[in-house]
């Protein structure tokens, strides 16, 4: 990762005073070299910042349903049978589903549709991102796929006629015994498999559909840079190859109307949302809400840790996410030239004939719609879009990460991260090692000022994630924790360590002609890297790095059932807040796979006022409204 990142800059001192005023530097200015500005610094974007998916969603449909030239989708994964905007209503369809509105946009105001969605023979059935493609391709209907009057409202008359007439509708399924409870979900699968198979036939208007999957040639040269590399933590999964042959393109950005009426009326989103039904939910969190999706195994015997008498839910458990909608402005050019490059890529369309189309009021391409250049407003925000990119080797979302932390060192606020991956190790170093720095140079010139250390303000680290999905992230999960001294939660990862280390560190072994010899026992490698990590305990992380660090995991609680209840609340988020004054978010996790390896978007923001309302309204969020942190002064944290 570039050191240049950092601009040089000359700070006048009032050696009388003591005091000096510098301008800190969020963004990645070497990234915004005139001239050959690869991720512009731009000024005149309007944001607005939306929690969970009934939020962000309701606008996304509501700006598809008025759009007028071209709707630009790039997606992890892509369900045409949810509803963006739900009714209370138990039963499928609740609202207008994603594939209906892409329809109506495409076939009756003949708007140009766009959709690229990542897909791999191997990750996408085991992810199950495209309902009716990955998965869910054996539907209930003789005769398999149809290409005449794709809707959620027919799919439902149809199998409805069959149960009615009690018709033969396949080898696996009789009209007479299809439960009618079954009838919804029977037809949304039909539905999603034969809205694909008329999207990829081009019988959906000006709809067109692209895949893409991971470049492995390009993720291994990104990997090869990375300080740690991947290993092989289970028997389970090798890492490594799971990286390398496995990347996914994780970026859901959506671009509506960019050139038309020269962007006038362009809105972009940056977002963490999937457009896959099970990341619908709302900001009430509620223990069970039938306008997610309905739950299975797990959720019928899911419980709070330890408390196996709590278990038992009938839908998903509550997901909280984020998404930034972009008005207007040049950061929705650096959307549509991403947008455009991989578009071509899906392909390997040589002639690069999106890319061509690519707009920038320095590189040569194409101009830009010429309100996007409009003079920036005072309540307008600076925004840089940043990117991994293994097709390019673009790492500067992690870039962004670093460079928040080593501004975030110099002062004494707070950094808040809440990330669905807490499992990047080299970035909880990076943390230290930054304020460590800080702590030196106090001590050096805390004499001649007259003070001593405990005077140095504190810097508070807040951390807020989910339990690990899978065993095989625990261990990056628990390292990174460990890393900041904050490990002692995951006990059933500390227990294993400890169970290893008590184990004898020799054992005898016969040999040739009877001969007993003594072997060291080789501890597994996970073990081994956690033991080498130096766990910091609250003193010295004080002492030592001028940190307070919480880390919380959430929960909601209701009384249900003639008791009080409690399930987690998952954190989908990917979102840093630092000091009321710097923001991101997008669709990269705080991991290796996000920072090196899956293609991610992050949008990176220096606006007070965007990142103060956020921060109050996520804490007022998360604490029941009983705390926002006020105006964000030292105190009050």
Same mark, same amino acid.
């Given at each position: 990762?570039?050191?240049?990142?950092?601009?040089?800059?000359?700070?006048?001192?009032?050696?009388?005073?003591?005091?000096?005023?510098?301008?800190?530097?969020?963004?990645?200015?070497?990234?915004?070299?005139?001239?050959?500005?690869?991720?512009?610094?731009?000024?005149?974007?309007?944001?607005?910042?939306?929690?969970?998916?009934?939020?962000?969603?309701?606008?996304?449909?509501?700006?598809?349903?008025?759009?007028?030239?071209? +709707?630009?989708?790039?997606?992890?994964?892509?369900?045409?049978?949810?509803?963006?905007?739900?009714?209370?209503? !138990?039963?499928? %369809?609740?609202?207008?589903?994603?594939?209906?509105?892409?329809?109506?946009?495409?076939?009756?105001?003949?708007?140009?549709?766009?959709?690229?969605?990542?897909?791999?023979?191997?990750?996408?059935?085991?992810?199950?991102?495209?309902?009716?493609?990955?998965?869910?391709?054996?539907?209930?209907?003789?005769?398999?796929?149809?290409?005449?009057?794709?809707?959620?409202?027919?799919?439902?008359?149809?199998?409805?006629?069959?149960?009615?007439?009690?018709?033969?509708?396949?080898?696996?399924?009789?009209?007479?015994?299809?439960?009618?409870?079954?009838?919804?979900?029977?037809?949304?699968?039909?539905?999603?498999?034969?809205?694909?198979?008329? !999207?990829?036939?081009?019988?959906?208007?000006?709809?067109?559909?692209?895949?893409?999957?991971?470049?492995?040639?390009?993720?291994?040269?990104? +990997?090869?840079?990375?300080?740690?590399? %991947?290993?092989?933590?289970?028997?389970?999964?090798?890492?490594?190859?799971?990286?390398?042959?496995?990347?996914?393109?994780?970026?859901? %950005?959506?671009?509506?109307?960019?050139?038309?009426?020269?962007?006038?009326?362009?809105?972009?989103?940056?977002?963490?949302?999937?457009?896959?039904?099970?990341?619908?939910?709302?900001?009430?969190?509620?223990?069970?809400?039938?306008?997610?999706?309905?739950?299975?195994? =797990?959720?019928?015997?899911?419980?709070?840790?330890?408390?196996? !008498?709590?278990?038992?839910?009938?839908?998903?458990?509550?997901?909280?996410?984020?998404?930034?909608?972009?008005?207007?402005?040049?950061?929705?050019?650096?959307?549509?030239?991403?947008?455009?490059?991989?578009?071509?890529?899906?392909?390997?369309?040589?002639?690069?004939?999106?890319?061509?189309?690519?707009?920038?009021?320095?590189?040569?391409?194409?101009?830009?719609?010429?309100?996007?250049?409009?003079?920036?407003?005072?309540?307008?925000?600076?925004?840089?879009?940043?990117?991994?990119?293994?097709?390019?080797?673009?790492?500067?979302?992690?870039?962004?990460?670093?460079?928040?932390?080593?501004?975030?060192?110099?002062? !004494?606020?707070?950094?808040?991260?809440? =990330?669905?991956?807490?499992?990047?190790?080299?970035?909880?170093?990076?943390?230290?090692?930054?304020?460590?720095?800080?702590?030196?140079?106090?001590?050096?010139?805390?004499?001649?000022?007259?003070?001593?250390?405990?005077?140095?303000?504190?810097?508070?680290?807040?951390?807020?994630?989910?339990?690990?999905?899978?065993?095989?992230?625990?261990?990056?999960?628990?390292?990174?924790?460990?890393?900041?001294?904050?490990?002692?939660?995951?006990?059933?990862?500390?227990?294993?360590?400890?169970?290893?280390?008590?184990? %004898?560190?020799?054992?005898?072994?016969?040999?040739?002609?009877?001969?007993?010899?003594?072997?060291?026992?080789?501890?597994?490698?996970?073990?081994?890297?956690?033991?080498? +990590?130096?766990?910091?305990?609250?003193?010295?992380?004080?002492?030592?790095?001028?940190?307070?660090?919480?880390?919380?995991?959430?929960?909601?609680?209701?009384?249900?059932?003639?008791?009080?209840?409690?399930?987690?609340?998952?954190?989908?988020?990917?979102?840093?807040?630092?000091?009321?004054?710097?923001?991101?978010?997008?669709?990269? =996790?705080?991991?290796?796979?996000?920072?090196?390896?899956?293609?991610? +978007?992050?949008?990176?923001?220096?606006?007070?006022?965007?990142?103060?309302?956020?921060?109050?309204?996520?804490?007022?969020?998360?604490?029941?409204?009983?705390?926002?942190?006020?105006?964000?002064?030292?105190?009050?944290?």
């Amino acid at each position: 990762m570039p050191e240049s990142s950092g601009r040089i800059e000359t700070t006048h001192i009032d050696e009388v005073g003591r005091t000096a005023t510098s301008s800190l530097q969020w963004l990645l200015e070497n990234r915004n070299l005139k001239g050959k500005a690869t991720h512009p610094i731009t000024h005149n974007n309007k944001l607005t910042l939306f929690i969970c998916g009934q939020e962000g969603f309701a606008d996304i449909a509501g700006e598809i349903a008025k759009a007028k030239h071209s +709707i630009d989708l790039c997606c992890w994964g892509f369900d045409p049978g949810m509803e963006l905007v739900r009714g209370n209503s !138990a039963t499928w %369809p609740r609202g207008e589903t994603f594939g209906d509105l892409l329809i109506d946009a495409t076939t009756r105001r003949h708007v140009r549709v766009r959709l690229l969605v990542w897909y791999d023979r191997i990750g996408s059935p085991i992810a199950r991102t495209m309902p009716g493609h990955s998965h869910g391709t054996s539907p209930w209907k003789t005769g398999g796929q149809r290409f005449d009057d794709i809707s959620a409202k027919a799919s439902l008359a149809m199998l409805q006629e069959a149960v009615r007439k009690k018709l033969v509708l396949s080898s696996a399924f009789r009209g007479d015994i299809v439960r009618p409870e079954d009838i919804p979900m029977l037809a949304r699968e039909e539905y999603c498999h034969s809205w694909y198979a008329a !999207a990829f036939h081009g019988l959906l208007g000006r709809l067109e559909i692209r895949l893409r999957h991971g470049d492995s040639a390009a993720i291994s040269k990104s +990997i090869a840079t990375e300080i740690n590399q %991947p290993h092989g933590l289970t028997m389970g999964e090798i890492e490594k190859p799971g990286m390398q042959y496995l990347g996914t393109h994780h970026q859901k %950005p959506v671009l509506i109307d960019f050139d038309h009426e020269e962007g006038a009326k362009a809105v972009g989103y940056v977002m963490g949302l999937n457009s896959v039904t099970d990341y619908w939910d709302t900001t009430a969190h509620l223990l069970d809400d039938t306008r997610r999706e309905q739950g299975g195994v =797990n959720e019928r015997r899911e419980c709070v840790q330890g408390m196996a !008498a709590d278990g038992g839910f009938a839908t998903l458990k509550p997901y909280q996410d984020y998404a930034c909608r972009i008005d207007g402005g040049r950061a929705l050019i650096a959307l549509y030239n991403n947008f455009v490059k991989a578009w071509d890529r899906a392909i390997d369309d040589r002639t690069r004939s999106a890319s061509k189309s690519c707009v920038s009021w320095e590189l040569p391409c194409g101009s830009p719609p010429a309100r996007l250049l409009d003079k920036a407003e005072p309540s307008d925000s600076t925004v840089q879009i940043v990117l991994t990119q293994p097709e390019e080797q673009d790492k500067t979302i992690k870039e962004t990460y670093f460079r928040a932390v080593t501004q975030a060192s110099l002062a !004494a606020g707070y950094l808040y991260v809440e =990330n669905q991956y807490f499992q990047y190790e080299e970035w909880a170093r990076h943390l230290l090692a930054e304020r460590k720095k800080v702590v030196a140079a106090w001590k050096a010139g805390s004499v001649k000022a007259g003070k001593s250390l405990e005077d140095m303000p504190v810097m508070h680290v807040f951390i807020v994630i989910p339990v690990p999905e899978r065993a095989q992230m625990v261990p990056r999960t628990h390292d990174t924790l460990a890393t900041l001294g904050q490990q002692s939660g995951m006990t059933g990862q500390n227990t294993m360590i400890d169970d290893y280390n008590k184990q %004898p560190k020799t054992r005898r072994v016969r040999g040739g002609f009877g001969i007993t010899n003594e072997v060291e026992v080789k501890l597994p490698y996970v073990v081994q890297h956690a033991n080498g +990590i130096n766990k910091p305990g609250v003193m010295t992380l004080e002492s030592e790095f001028g940190l307070k660090v919480s880390v919380a995991m959430l929960n909601v609680s209701a009384f249900d059932k003639d008791r009080w209840r409690y399930r987690e609340i998952y954190i989908h988020s990917k979102l840093m807040l630092v000091d009321d004054a710097f923001m991101t978010l997008g669709s990269a =996790n705080l991991n290796q796979r996000s920072m090196a390896v899956d293609s991610e +978007i992050n949008i990176a923001a220096v606006d007070r006022r965007v990142a103060r309302d956020l921060r109050k309204r996520v804490w007022r969020m998360h604490s029941g409204g009983l705390v926002d942190g006020g105006a964000g002064r030292r105190r009050r944290l």
